[in-house]
Nanobody, 115 residues
Framework: VLLVESGGGLVQPGGSLRLSCATSGFIFSNYYMRWFRQAPGKERELVSTINSSGDSTNYADSVKGRFTISRDNAKNTVYLQMNSLKPEDTAVYYC?????????WGQGTQVTVSS
């Protein structure tokens, strides 16, 4: 199982980024996918979850209305569209899934929101 995030970077407050997580090694369309983030000195927190078919999502209160999770089961990829970014969104963002009763994580992608 391999999860590879991309799309992070430096953005000004109010800006947007789209993160991608390309996956392989499992039947992607059968599994829920999640995005987590970890800011310096803080615990890793769940940002968003999407079900296997993509028709059910949920979000942390801190990102509701600004972030959108989606997936393309034909491309084995999950996305996180982040709009109206704030400095407090600065963190390393990870995608995650459970497969075979264990958790798998990507290597993370850094998002920095700063002027």
């Amino acid at each position: 199982v391999l999860l590879v995030e991309s799309g992070g970077g430096l953005v000004q407050p109010g800006g947007s980024l789209r993160l991608s997580c390309a996956t392989s090694g499992f039947i992607f369309s059968n599994y829920y996918m999640r995005w987590f983030r970890q800011a310096p000195g803080k615990e890793r927190e769940l940002v968003s979850t999407i079900n296997s078919s993509g028709d059910s999502t949920n979000y942390a209160d801190s990102v509701k209305g600004r972030f959108t999770i989606s997936r393309d089961n034909a491309k084995n990829t999950v996305y996180l569209q982040m709009n109206s970014l704030k400095p407090e969104d600065t963190a390393v963002y990870y995608c995650h899934t459970f497969y075979g009763a264990r958790a798998y994580w990507g290597q993370g992608t850094q998002v920095t929101v700063s002027s």
